[in-house]
């Protein structure tokens, strides 16, 4: 994998069902792992943490040519997991999302990152939900779109703010109005209109967004520097579903 390289996986989870391969990837999983695939009330559930677990480890192996069960993994204060082990390939940097209907996984060899995936049929995308959720200049933008494009116009935002927040790592000890969103134009990628973090320069962030299936809506965020050429390459793990 190139240094200037982010690549992103993603797969439908449904569409691997095959029994010996579902319980090859649970031979995967660490003991955490398997017990959090165990707390899960619906089978959904579980059946999209499995995937999503074999998507991260089978992808790191492809990378790393290690074997997928050999990967350990450690969470920072708050949550986000990192690549602890083996010591050799410490310096692989991945996120994880997932959402009915999809799992998606960010993979980098130089630069933290946040990834977020959302269905674009979420029924929740109203007036009142920005004004919890989003800062004052998002809520404008929003308060300013037609009923046919709100819902998709205010998922741009949504996950904008979640690959943001994922790629710091500090979850919702982010305020999520500290921070605001341009969407992007025909021309210019999104990018932070305003952040008031303590030493954070708004400049320094990217994001790349991108619509894997015709029901998803994905974005990534990355720290660049500037006029840094980054590749960015989204596919299906259909490689997966022959592991
Ligand atoms: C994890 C978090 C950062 C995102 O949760 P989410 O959107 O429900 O979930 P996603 O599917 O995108 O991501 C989950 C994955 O992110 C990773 N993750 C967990 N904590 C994380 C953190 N603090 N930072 C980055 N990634 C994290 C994990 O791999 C997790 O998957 P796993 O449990 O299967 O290992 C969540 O803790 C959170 O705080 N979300 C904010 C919710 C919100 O109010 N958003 C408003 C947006 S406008």
Known sequence: MDREEILIWFIEP??????????????????????????????????????????????????????????????????????????????????LSHTEGLAALAISTHTELGVDVENKHRQDMTQELAEHFFAPEECRVVANIGDNERTEKMLEFWTLKESYIKAVGAGLSIPLDSFAFKLATDTEPACLLRLDAPNSDRTAWRFWQGQPTENHLMALAFKARPGEPIKISAQRASWLARA
């Open 14 to 95: 449904e569409a691997i069902q095959e029994p010996a391969r579902l319980s090859r990837f649970l031979q995967w999983l660490s003991p955490e792992e398997r017990d959090q695939y165990g707390r899960f009330r619906f089978d959904k559930h579980r059946h999209t943490y499995l995937v999503s677990h074999a998507l991260l480890r089978g992808a790191l192996s492809l990378i790393a040519q290690v074997e997928p069960a050999q990967f350990y993994f450690n969470k920072n204060a708050y949550g986000k997991p990192f690549l602890a082990g083996p010591l050799q390939h410490q310096n692989l940097y991945f996120n």
